[in-house]
């Protein structure tokens, strides 16, 4: 059957703020599901409160709210527009939660608006735990021993019922917040009261722990006849007990018997049949015994899920996009497979490649934080790799994660005591991968291992060949001495240049000199759904070592968009929104966009966004590849953040084109004490500095300029590593802990200006004009991380005075620096004088604030600028102020209980929101005014 023409305007409902458990795959999902409506003649309507996002934009969606994720938000909407249908399924357990509450006060029925994609009655029933256990139960499919509990007397009744270990699983939460494992009687009480605090329904489901068996999802769409396809199968590296945001993942599943997959499919096929009035996206997760291979049903997600981000850029296949079509009464028949553009969308993606999933953590900004895994998430962001086997595909992923690791080991960053290393295998932690292979290395037995990890032999098995691989180079000397097959095969297998170098003791350019010699060079392949069965439309591609090469380069001039790589504290999901809209600025201007981006929950790496998608690390080796094919006329790194800015010294050396800003300018900038030196040249204000190489030298600065100082590295984002001290033995240990991470850096000793404010401009340069973006006025003192601070634009307390001179020092740095594109310029008040503090070359997580705030295009315009296609003088720029917006910061301390909540230089927050308020009589404003005033008496 056709579409369902009475639908003629529908509402999204968005994620909010970034948060531990609920990252910016919903943002792919909500901007991916609102053009797809659009494309049907919809008019669309969305609600989200996180500025950062893409599905907040006017290239996204007809009508746009950001405003907070209320029922009394809702109801303003309604009351303004004509709304139809509402599609709470693209934006996570925030969007489903915020559904419910609206049923249960009659909102939806009060205005005529249907839910479409799913009925409140199956959203009751999966997220229900005792509901959805004796459906489970009624349907035939087995389940976990169980009992539900609402009250502690309740909860432990179920426990002396089942037995230890058990789990303890919240209703309604995200992330698996306040759940967890119970080993012993006596960790009960406290671990029951915090799963019920952490359930908006004081509910909890108290189960039998199947620890060690393994873990499977599907993801799946089903339509209104009831057709149901299998996009994906994904298996967890690691077994039962591990989040799967926190597990590492591969597709399809490795060790998964054709009897038990064949059985998989039937019950997920039945159970998502069986869950009512349901046309949509849908994830389904399964645990297996190891031993008799009997299924049990965990849980059911009834709306596009963290894994859907992920399934859908593993397969190529659009869940979120297809899931929006279904909603409105489309049927999978009568749909096209995007990527093909000839067959069915029902037809089930074959992947002909192995993906593999890494999550990334951020322990290091929360010093004490417990880094045991288990049911409750804890990391921050992931990243997914492509290759032609498991090895390849788990070494590329390593290679993503922007923690300096060159693959699995092989990269000066081994363990070499036994000990140390048997007991991360026993408690699994964020480096549970790196160390399993330090085991094997060390003599470990793998049935040890197995025994202490539960992880699949499988798996270990292919661990235990890189080892033989590392034992084998280092038989040899030099990159000559390596046969051609046999270097071949290493590449095969992952091995990047660096890890091969390091084995060698030679030099990774001496590597890379022999690999190219031996003509042993990237080819590119097709994501295409369809393991080549069918001819692809769609250019997303990934690297491997074969023999063909699909990647065709066009004789159109090409510009590389580097992104920004895996979300984590200090880089997020701001920098997405620049990257995708610097793709739509060079296609505007007729060049080929090309994206490197490793991400499979950004909306860059949608398989439409760009002329050309290269699914790769954002790692020398791998950009040099593809710069090698594709020639293009230069790259831009203003755009990804730290990730994409660290590579410019490289291609500066190598002579590829930057474009936009110089490195040498870049360079100026976020040298610290080069950067001071230019403040003194230019006889602009700065607080008193100097630079140590070592702990004596900096004591004898800080006593110098005087206590309070800031101790911090050069180059670094998110003020990572970066503190305030007001006594030597505070320089001391804070130099040596910077030095431990970071040996090869310089540490910058500044006076810290105490009780001073803080504000910061972003604006755009063009070698002769500068436009002021905006100017934010920070409500906490300078001292907190700016990521960390609410700020309000334009500024609120500031005199004229201060505000002209900053705008003066911002032309002089701009012009001094030579910025083509942006630059976002940090600023301390002391009495009514202004010092500078930093300026960032490139993008900052401020720009898509000011853009949605002002309702400027100000990422296009800054793109053309760079390209040179464009002086600002070409743009009507026309910013559309609205009272004031107020940034928010977001933070994920409950992941973290026990950690140092105070804030300080060193950013924590994982997201923000945007807040408008007319003036500053208004609450929301007081209220967060009065932290200045908090801070500043402390």
Same mark, same amino acid.
């Given at each position: ?50 500025? !950062? ?11 746009? %709210? ?82 539900? !509990? ?213 322990? $290091? ?90 992880? $699949? ?78 001819? !692809?439309?769609?250019? %997303? ?64 790496? $949608? ?177 907190i991380h700016s990521g960390d601070s609410s700020a309000v634009l334009p500024t609120y307390s500031l005199s004229v005075e201060a505000v002209n001179t900053m705008v003066e020092y911002a032309e002089k740095l701009a012009r001094a620096l030579n910025i083509r594109g942006l630059i976002n310029i940090q600023f301390a008040i002391k009495d009514n004088k202004v010092y500078v503090i930093e300026a960032n070359p ?25 390209l040179g296609t464009h002086k600002l003088k070409d743009f009507v720029i026309q910013p559309q102020p609205s009272g004031f917006a107020i940034k928010v910061p977001v933070f994920s301390f409950d992941k973290f209980p026990n950690v $140092? ?38």
């Open positions: 059957m056709p579409k369902d023409n009475s639908i003629k305007s529908v509402l999204i409902i968005g994620s909010g703020p970034i948060v531990i458990g609920q990252a910016c795959e919903f943002d792919y999902s909500g901007s991916q599901a609102s053009r797809s409506l659009r494309e049907e003649g919809i008019e669309v309507t969305l609600i989200n409160s996180n500025p !950062a996002t893409i599905m907040t934009d006017p290239v996204t969606a007809d009508n746009i %709210y950001l405003q907070p994720l209320t029922v009394e938000s809702i109801i303003k909407i309604l009351e303004e527009r004509k709304i139809d249908a509402v599609l709470p399924t693209m934006g996570g357990q925030t969007a489903l939660n915020l559904a419910i509450e609206a049923d249960k006060q009659g909102v939806w029925e009060k205005y005529g608006v249907r839910m479409i994609g799913v009925d409140i009655a199956a959203i009751e029933l999966t997220e229900n735990r005792e509901a959805f256990r004796q459906h489970m139960i009624n349907i035939g499919l087995s389940v976990a021993p169980s009992q539900i !509990a609402n009250s502690f007397l309740e909860g432990k009744e179920a426990a002396q019922k089942i037995g230890y270990p058990l789990v303890i699983r919240p209703s309604y939460t995200l992330g698996g917040t306040g759940g967890g494992f119970v080993h012993k009687e006596e960790e009960f009480d406290a671990a029951l009261r915090r799963g019920l605090a952490a359930s908006p329904t004081h509910e909890v489901l108290v189960e039998k722990a199947v620890l060690g068996w393994k873990e499977f999802e599907l993801e799946l769409l089903r339509d209104k006849n009831d057709n149901v396809v299998i996009i994906c199968t994904v298996e967890n590296f690691d077994p039962m007990g591990i989040h799967t945001g926190d597990s590492i993942t591969v597709a399809p599943a490795m060790t998964l018997s054709d009897t038990a997959y064949q059985q998989m499919r039937d019950e997920a096929i039945q159970a998502m049949r069986s869950l009512g009035n349901f046309a949509g996206g849908c994830n389904i997760q399964f645990s297996q015994d190891p031993v008799t291979e009997n299924l049990i049903v965990i849980e059911i997600n009834p709306r596009v899920s963290r894994s859907s981000a992920l399934a859908s850029k593993a397969t190529g296949y659009p869940i979120a996009k297809i899931a929006a079509k279904l909603a409105i009464g489309y049927t999978l028949d009568e749909l096209k497979n995007q990527i093909t553009k000839t067959t069915s969308a029902f037809f089930e993606p074959t992947l002909d490649y192995v993906i593999v999933k890494m999550p990334r953590w951020n322990f $290091d900004k929360f010093p004490g934080a417990d880094n045991t895994l288990g049911l409750q998430m804890k990391s921050v962001g992931e990243v997914m790799s492509i290759g032609r086997n498991f090895l390849e595909a788990l070494q590329k992923a390593c290679q993503s994660l922007e923690n300096g690791r060159k693959g699995l080991g092989a990269d000066m960053k081994e363990w070499v005591r036994v000990e140390d290393v048997l007991g991360r295998l026993e408690v699994a932690s964020d480096d549970r991968i790196f160390r399993i292979k330090d085991a094997i290395r060390l003599g470990v037995p793998l049935q040890t291992i197995q025994k202490l990890t539960h992880i $699949d032999m499988w798996f270990l098995k292919q661990i235990k060949r890189l080892v033989n691989y590392d034992k084998e180079i280092m038989r040899f000397n030099v990159p000559s001495d390596l046969s051609e097959p046999f270097f071949r095969e290493l590449k095969e297998v992952g091995y990047s240049d660096a890890q091969i170098a390091w084995l060698l003791r030679v030099k990774e350019e001496d590597v890379t000199k022999q690999r190219k010699k031996l003509k042993i060079e990237r080819t590119y392949k097709i994501v295409d759904t369809c393991a080549a069965e069918f001819e !692809a439309k769609t250019p %997303y591609y990934y690297s491997t070592f074969d023999s063909e090469n699909e990647s065709i380069s066009s004789d159109r001039k090409k510009v590389i968009v580097l992104g920004s790589g895996p979300n984590r504290i200090g880089q997020g999901i701001e920098f997405d929104y620049c990257c995708v809209h610097g793709l739509l600025a060079i296609k505007e201007v007729g060049y080929e966009a090309i994206m490197v981006n490793c991400n499979p929950e950004t909306v860059s790496t $949608d398989f439409d966004m760009a002329d050309k998608l290269y699914f790769e690390p954002v790692f020398w080796e791998h950009l040099e590849s593809i710069i090698e094919l594709e020639k293009p006329i230069g790259v831009i790194v203003q755009l990804g953040g730290q990730t994409a800015l660290k590579l410019a010294e490289t291609l500066h050396q190598r002579g590829i084109p930057i474009i936009g800003t110089s490195f040498p300018n870049m360079d100026l900038a976020e040298d610290r004490g080069a950067f001071s030196d230019l403040l003194k040249e230019l006889d602009i204000p700065y607080p008193e500095y100097g630079v140590a190489d070592d702990v004596d030298q900096a004591i004898a600065i800080a006593n110098r300029v005087g206590y309070p100082v800031l101790v911090r590295p050069s180059y670094v984002l998110g003020g990572q590593n970066m503190r305030i001290v007001i006594n030597d033995q505070e320089v001391e240990r804070q130099v040596l802990t910077i030095f431990k991470h970071m040996p090869e850096n310089r540490v910058l000793i500044d006076h810290f200006l105490d009780r001073a404010k803080e504000a910061e401009i972003d604006a755009i340069f063009d070698g002769d004009d500068i436009h002021i973006m905006g100017i934010m006025e920070h409500i906490e003192p300078a001292g490139r993008a900052s997580r401020t720009t898509p604030f000011i853009a949605k705030a002002y309702k400027v295009p100000y990422l296009k315009i800054a793109t053309q600028v760079m $140092d909540k105070q804030l300080g230089p060193e950013m924590k927050s994982t997201g923000e929101e945007i807040r408008y308020i007319k003036d500053l009589t208004d609450p929301f404003f007081r209220e967060l005014d009065r932290n200045r005033s908090m801070y500043l008496t402390r």
